[in-house]
């Protein structure tokens, strides 16, 4: 059933993404983007990993995308004449998406039992401490504590200050998009 659901998911966030692409519309394609967000959320849940389907929606899904909204419709982007003829175009993004799916399709030959025997096979993926000097702190420190408290300790103390330096940053940057907005207007 999960692997049914997995596969309705990932069509709908393939479907969404060509969608957003071909729309001439802005704020339709950021509508689309939205759409290929939220099945990319879903496919995070089915993994267990809910923390990031629920960041996926918060932060891409929410936050990011209702800016790209509010900027589209801030700047007032109308229908224009593209120089991009459309036949050409289509053409040449499906040779690269063909290109792009060829490694996928390879991918069908790796069973999961072949890839588990691969990767335990690897000192290097098999151990977190050899990818990360704490490795192994880090994961005993989710185990105890959960995934989230995990991130949410040094998040919340040790990288406080880069934190809101960041958020400030962006408030600015969304105060002078409004302020060289309206100079315009």
Same mark, same amino acid.
């Given at each position: ?9 990932? +069509?709908?966030?393939?479907?969404? =993404? #060509?969608?957003?692409? &071909? ?5 339709? %394609?950021?509508?689309? $983007? /939205?759409? +290929?967000?939220?099945?990319?959320? =879903? #496919?995070?849940?089915? &993994? ?5 389907? %629920?960041?996926?929606? $918060? /932060?891409? +899904? ?37 290109g792009l799916a060829a490694p996928l399709l390879a991918l069908r030959l790796y069973s999961p ?73």
């Amino acid at each position: 059933m999960t692997e049914i659901v997995f596969y309705i998911l990932g +069509a709908a966030a393939v479907i969404s =993404g #060509i969608a957003c692409i &071909l729309q001439r519309n802005p704020v339709s %394609a950021a509508l689309w $983007l /939205v759409a +290929a967000m939220f099945a990319l959320a =879903g #496919i995070y849940v089915l &993994l267990n990993a809910q923390f990031i389907g %629920a960041i996926q929606v $918060l /932060v891409y +899904a929410g936050a990011i995308m209702v800016l790209f909204l509010f900027v589209i419709m801030l700047l007032n982007l109308g229908r224009e004449t593209s120089d991009i003829r459309r036949w050409p175009a289509l053409m040449a993004g499906a040779a690269i998406a063909a290109g792009l799916a060829a490694p996928l399709l390879a991918l069908r030959l790796y069973s999961p039992a072949r890839l588990a025997s691969e990767v335990s096979g690897s000192p290097v993926f098999g151990d977190p401490g050899a990818v990360l000097s704490q490795g192994a702190a880090a994961q005993g420190l989710a185990e105890s504590q959960g995934v989230v408290g995990a991130i949410a300790g040094p998040l919340f103390q040790t990288y406080l200050v880069p934190f809101e330096v960041t958020s400030v940053l962006l408030l600015v940057a969304a105060v002078g998009a409004v302020v060289l907005a309206k100079r315009r207007l």
